[in-house]
Each structure stands twice: as C-alpha cells, then as structure tokens.
C-alpha cells in the first residue's frame, strides 16, 4: 500500500518544494507557509544565488529556513551564509535538517540563529522562506534567488 503526504506525492519517492520561486527582490519578505505534514524527517534546503549582486558592498541579503507547529509562531531553523552586496559569483547553498535525536538540553528559539548555522533538530509540519535585505545607500539592492526543499 503506498503512502501519500499531504500534495499527494508518494512519501518513498522524496519530493522537491518551491519555497520560493526565482525572482529579483529588493526587499526583504515571508514567503508563503507550505503544510509538509509530519511524515517527513529529513529535508534538504537549497539557496540557489542566480547572479553576482552588483550592489554596494554594504548591502546584504539573509535567507532563513522557518518550522511553525499551527502556522503562526515560527522557529528559526536555518540562516544560509549572509551574502554581501558586492558579491562577485552566483552561489548554491544547501542545508540538511534531519534529527537523529533530540535535543540534550532546551533550545532558546526566541531568535535567529547566527548566519551559517542550522538547528538540525527542530521540525514541524509548516515550513517557509523568510528573507531580509539590506540596502545601506537606499538605491540599488537586488538580489536574484529561489529556495527549494527536498524532503524524504
């Protein structure tokens, strides 16, 4: 008998999730919560940077990995390499959440975790993007990139 998640993918086969498209953003935004249910345990996050950012060297872009339990209250599970206005080379990031086990001792989620780190043991069933840009003359940030999950 196969099992099906909730958008009607074999759970077996592993499925990939736009968390959000490619685009040229120039300000920072929530991207749109998707229902991955409780059937997944391990997901693969990839930052796809499409273009070297011709900014200010000042300037910067932040992607976050966000887990919420009912949708509202959002746990910080990753934060990609900042990467800087001036940056010369598109990049690919990826970051892999699968908790093996639990965690030894509580976990203050009240914040961010600092850039270039994963809580590798903090899942739920919604997940989204969440990006911030920063634009130190006020003129000309932009960033092109998307985020994709695969999941098993």
């Not at 043991?121 to 130190?136: E, F, N, Q």
């Not at 003129?139 to 999950?149: E, I």
Request: zero cysteines.
């Amino acid at each position: 008998m196969s099992i099906k998640g909730p958008r009607g993918v074999e759970l077996v086969q592993g499925e990939p999730i736009t968390l959000a498209a490619s685009a040229a953003r120039t300000a920072g935004a929530n991207g749109t919560s998707i229902f991955v249910g409780g059937e997944r345990s391990w997901f693969m996050f990839v930052l796809n940077i499409a273009n070297a950012s011709a900014t200010d060297a000042g300037d910067t872009l932040d992607v976050y990995i966000d887990f919420s339990l009912d949708d509202s209250m959002w746990i910080n599970v990753v934060h990609f390499t900042q990467r800087a206005g001036n940056a010369v080379a598109a990049n690919i990031y990826t970051a892999t959440v699968y908790p093996t086990s639990a965690s030894a001792a509580p976990v203050d989620v009240t914040s961010d975790v600092a850039a270039g780190t994963i809580r590798t043991t903090i899942l739920g069933p919604y997940v989204r993007a969440r990006w911030a840009i920063a634009d130190v003359g006020g003129d000309d940030a932009t960033h092109t990139f998307s985020v994709t999950a695969y999941t098993l």
